[in-house]
């Protein structure tokens, strides 16, 4: 197993030399968290021990027999009448490990169609489909690893894309359990079917993501460093430049360097952290500085780039809402609900 866990990472570094974060066309689900738990922290996918399957479905290395036999429904609400939603199943085998088995759509609306004469075609509608299968298992105490398999079909009209994914995770909890942090490369993987003949790269990301349980107190801390796999991803918005130029004296004033490095560093991290308060109730709040930079207005205060969440337990349900705040007048409200048949059957 020593040999699996070096070539997962030896793939996550090939595949990050070769990758670029900007100009990439990509369904939005490859950035939609699965797990409202997740998302109420402001995290893609969480590094976190524990036997929730929604944190299995996001890293494939969580998944072990602890979340076997839970089924998960999640449904998001996102913009202007798009809703996501989301399935998942989990089954451990003996000897072969923990397998998952997800679907999420993305449903943006139906159109009306006109051609280029601008006569009405009719209506029409557009959406994003991704399966997941996942496979996890514990090669010792410490160390677990986890692929998902993520076909990925979008259909807009009468056009077609098709792409096929991997998410590549290896994760190590410290003996107390406390501490644990994963590794991560995602959506490694290429087009099969384009929209107009033009292929284009998978929006693959590398990132490192840890959580530590304060011993004797109620609180978890959360923190990801994300796309680690390119250093500058300031946006240079060009109705905002942050450099300016002095037509008379040709001064350019702007950031310095120590702020540009700052400010490059704060867009990789992200930072939450979660309460449980009596043992059925979580709190949870999170922080993502890049967010709040490339979202945030320029002429009045908002909260972009904070999340929140809320979750609890009614009678073998766990139920999670959370909300993020991409924008002061938009914010996507996450649900799910996660339980275990073998309470039922």
């Given at each position: ?11 996550c ?43 299995g ?23 202007a ?26 449903s ?5 169609g ?86 284009e ?70 930072v ?12 949870r ?58 309470r039922?059957?």
């Amino acid at each position: 197993m020593r040999k699996v866990i070096a070539l997962l990472l030896l793939m996550c570094s090939v595949v990050a030399v070769r990758a670029q974060v900007a100009g990439l066309s990509r369904p939005a689900l490859l950035d939609m968290p699965f797990s409202s738990r997740a998302a109420g922290l402001g995290f893609d996918y969480l590094s976190l021990y524990g036997d929730d399957l929604t944190l299995g479905m996001g890293n494939p290395s969580l998944l072990s027999d602890r979340v076997n036999n839970q089924v998960a429904l999640g449904f998001v609400n996102v913009f202007a009448g798009a809703n996501f939603g989301s399935a998942a199943y989990s089954r451990t085998f003996k000897n072969l490990g923990s397998f998952s088995f997800g679907l999420q759509f993305g449903s943006y609306g139906r159109f009306e169609g006109y051609d280029e004469y601008d006569q009405p075609t009719g209506t029409f509608s557009a959406a994003d489909y991704v399966m997941t299968i996942g496979w996890g298992r514990e090669v010792d105490d410490h160390v677990s690893v986890g692929v998902n398999f993520k076909p990925v079909l979008s259909h807009y009209e009468s056009y077609t894309a098709l792409a096929v994914c991997f998410d590549v995770a290896a994760t190590y909890v410290s003996t107390s359990k406390a501490f644990a942090a994963t590794l991560m490369g995602r959506n490694i993987g290429a087009q099969l079917m384009t929209f107009d003949g033009t292929t284009e790269r998978m929006p693959f990301e590398l990132s490192l993501a840890g959580s530590y349980k304060l011993q004797d107190a109620p609180f978890c801390l959360m923190f990801a460093f994300n796309d680690l796999q390119t250093w500058d991803l300031a946006y240079e918005d060009p109705l905002n430049p942050s450099s300016v130029t002095d037509p008379f004296t040709h001064e350019v004033t702007g950031k310095s360097d120590v702020e540009r490095v700052l400010d490059n560093l704060g867009r990789h991290v992200s930072v939450g952290v979660e309460v449980n308060i009596k043992q059925s109730l979580f709190l949870r709040l999170g922080y993502s500085y890049r967010q709040m930079v490339e979202m945030k207005a320029a002429d009045r205060f908002n909260t972009s780039g904070f999340s929140f969440g809320i979750g609890f337990t009614v009678k073998g349900f766990r139920i999670a809402y959370s909300r993020n705040n991409y924008h002061f007048s938009q914010a996507p409200n996450f649900i799910s609900i996660t339980t275990d048949l073998e309470r039922f059957f």
